[in-house]
């Protein structure tokens, strides 16, 4: 294993044992859920549900619905449905792309991540839930927070760990590793394919 994914793996079983929240920052395409996923794997909370949420591809309505759930007919016609925090409770939620939550919408993540408390929409009862948050981006969230499109508590309460995850242009000692597990792989998919290797070059 090269040496930065050796690293970004320490810090990825120290992380997996502190009961705290995560913030994974990279570009696009460098593994961040997967890293998420190991952390839940590896943790304390390995036996509970491992649940993730999109928060780029929802708008801000869907988006509470989706995290908070629903009651039904809390709009014409809506059906019942939980949240994904309900849904992780005793276990990891991972908040994709976290940057691109509606600036309105990060007041209530706040709230839920201090306090393990939430209503359904629609709702009046109050739930309490055990959940562990893992967020990331690829956003530059400090000048997102200079522009007043982040809110700085938010940033607080997500960032007591967090792991860089360096692009493979940084890391090409990781490049053997990969192409390996990856021709492995494609060997394992299509049994006609015979097992070979590369050579250095």
């Known amino acids: 294993v090269g040496s930065a994914l050796a690293d970004s793996l320490k810090l990825v079983e120290r992380m997996a044992a502190l ?10 395409g460098t593994g961040k ?19 993730t949420v999109n928060c780029a591809a929802l ?21 019942f449905r939980r949240g994904r925090f309900e849904l992780a409770h005793r276990g990891t939620l991972f908040l994709d792309e976290v940057g691109n ?11 839920v991540i201090e306090y393990q ?3 359904r929409v629609g709702g009046t009862q109050t739930l ?10 690829n956003a530059d969230l400090e ?15 997500l960032s007591f760990e967090t792991l860089r995850l360096p692009p493979l242009r940084e ?4 490049i053997p590793l990969l192409a390996e597990h990856f021709l492995n792989a494609l060997s394992a998919e299509i049994p006609s394919i015979a097992v070979k290797s590369f050579s250095k070059d």
């Open 19 to 28: 009961p705290r929240p995560v913030l994974i920052r990279g570009e696009r």
């Open 59 to 79: 708008a801000e309505g869907l988006l509470e619905c989706e995290i908070f759930g629903q009651e039904e007919n809390c709009y014409p016609g809506a059906p």
């Open 143 to 157: 000048a997102d927070m200079r522009r007043g499109r982040f809110r700085e508590d938010l940033y607080d309460r």
């Open 117 to 119: 408390s939430f209503e």
């Open 128 to 137: 309490k839930v055990d959940v562990r948050i893992i967020a990331a981006t």
């Open 101 to 111: 939550m509606p600036i309105d919408f990060q007041q209530k993540i706040l709230r």
């Open 33 to 51: 859920e997967l890293v998420a996923a190991a952390i839940h794997k590896a943790s304390a909370r390995k036996a509970g549900p491992f649940v």
């Open 171 to 174: 890391r090409k000692e990781d």
